[in-house]
């Protein structure tokens, strides 16, 4: 195994382990899904009294509306999150966080920083800015190189040919 191949299985593995590390735990009987779906409704509403759309959500987190759909359902079920009708536009919904998810969230927050704070006295302030700067250039490197479209690939890994 030639130094590159080492240094890329090297990368592998940190990468590997950071995901294992659940850095995203689940947080008072949410997933992480539902969590960061949270966070996204409160910081809308930090900065608009009406919550978001469906829609304003899916883009914002990168997922398919359906997939929003699923999770404000799951949450609406915890009383986390309500529904409500735009009130210049009635076929408009925006998703609000409730008390209790407004509460939640909160503790979610401070939960949050205090584990980020923990980890720049651990790295220091100098390797704490390097680390954020690395992993800006990763999400550049990948927004640049997005992955192979992995339904064109055949089970065994050989590109199917058109």
Do not use: C
């Not at 899904?33 to 409704?41: D, F, G, P, V």
């Not at 608009?48 to 997922?63: A, D, N, Q």
């Not at 954020?132 to 064109?152: G, Y």
């Amino acid at each position: 195994m030639n130094d590159e191949n080492t240094v890329a299985h090297k990368l592998m593995i940190a990468l590997r382990q950071l995901h294992r590390a659940q850095w995203q735990r689940s947080s008072e009987g949410n997933k992480p899904s539902e969590m960061t779906l949270m966070l996204s409704i409160g910081r809308h509403m930090k900065f608009k009294k009406e919550g978001p759309k469906v829609s304003e959500i899916s883009r914002y987190l990168g997922l398919t509306p359906p997939t929003v759909t699923q999770l404000i359902n799951s949450l609406e079920a915890k009383s986390m999150v309500e529904r409500q009708a735009d009130p210049t536009d009635r076929r408009v919904v925006r998703v609000l966080l409730t008390e209790q998810g407004k509460a939640v969230t909160r503790r979610a927050m401070v939960h949050r920083d205090a584990s980020l704070q923990k980890l720049v006295e651990y790295l220091g302030e100098e390797e704490s800015n390097q680390l954020a700067d690395l992993l800006l250039k990763v999400h550049q490197f990948a927004q640049e190189n997005p992955p192979p479209d992995l339904d064109r690939l055949q089970m065994n890994g050989d590109e199917k040919l058109d």
